[in-house]
């Protein structure tokens, strides 16, 4: 599975941006799609996932504020982020689960720098 990561770049504190996944090659079996980050100094964490069939999953520092959605026929994620505060400043990766042996694929990365 290949995944191309599109989207970042610099916004202010309070401003939006959309990051999008396309996944490709062998996605038979791609269950749950994703975004994770990992910020300047810190270990990659968990923003937001979906299912195939659309159960999301968020981390709460992200809850009212980020929007994860998924195109199924276009085998895309999106990531909406809305209200952006300097602490999301981080490289964001996309990521996606295979079946049956839960097997992590990831994208390049995509830089997400919020100013205050």
């Known amino acids: 599975v290949q995944l191309q990561a599109s989207g970042g770049g610099l916004v202010q504190a309070g401003g939006s941006l959309r990051l999008s996944c396309v996944a490709s090659g062998s996605i038979i079996g791609v269950d749950v799609m994703g975004w994770y980050r990992r910020a300047p100094g810190k270990q990659r964490e968990l923003v937001a996932t979906i299912t195939f069939g659309g159960i999301i999953n968020y981390a709460d520092s992200v809850k009212g504020r980020f929007t994860i959605s998924r195109d199924n026929a276009k085998n895309t994620v999106y990531l909406q982020m809305n209200s952006l505060k300097p602490e999301d400043t981080a490289v964001y990766y996309c990521?996606?689960?295979?079946?049956?042996?839960?097997?992590?694929?990831w994208g390049q990365g995509t830089l997400v720098t919020v100013s205050s």
């Open positions: 990521n996606a689960r295979r079946a049956p042996f839960n097997v992590d694929f």
